[in-house]
Nanobody
């Protein structure tokens, strides 16, 4: 079992930055691949980024490449999503997710555990 708790969401103006955190507990974090997804009102949940537990290989959705950075601190059991140059279309509930496979995935159903989500609102 893995419990995930996100934090760091909030309201920001376009062009601003936020850093999301996700703390994991319950299992060896260093052997867990982490992902970030988001869901805007009326839309399906979509992949944002992932980071593997082997080599910390990161992957990003095209819509956030060059603006968002995922990282992990295994000593703190935490994964981060640094979001810069935020746009109104980044407004969504952001979820972290975990899977016990070395590589990342962009598919929602490949992840076994989910956090409760944190709201990010970007105003123009």
């Amino acid at each position: 079992q893995v419990q995930l708790v996100e934090s760091g969401g909030g309201s920001v103006q376009a062009g601003g930055s936020l850093r999301l955190s996700c703390v994991a507990s319950g299992r060896t974090f260093s052997r867990v691949t982490m992902g970030w997804f988001r869901q805007a009102p009326g839309q399906e949940r979509e992949f944002v980024s992932s980071i593997s537990w082997i080599g910390s290989i990161s992957n990003y959705a095209d819509s956030v490449k060059g603006r968002f950075t995922i990282s992990r601190d295994n000593a703190k059991n935490t994964v981060y999503l640094q979001m810069n140059s935020l746009k109104p279309e980044d407004t969504a509930v952001y979820y972290c997710a975990a899977r016990f496979v070395p590589s990342g995935s962009q598919k929602e159903h490949d992840y076994d555990y989910w956090g409760q989500g944190t709201q990010v609102t970007v105003s123009s």
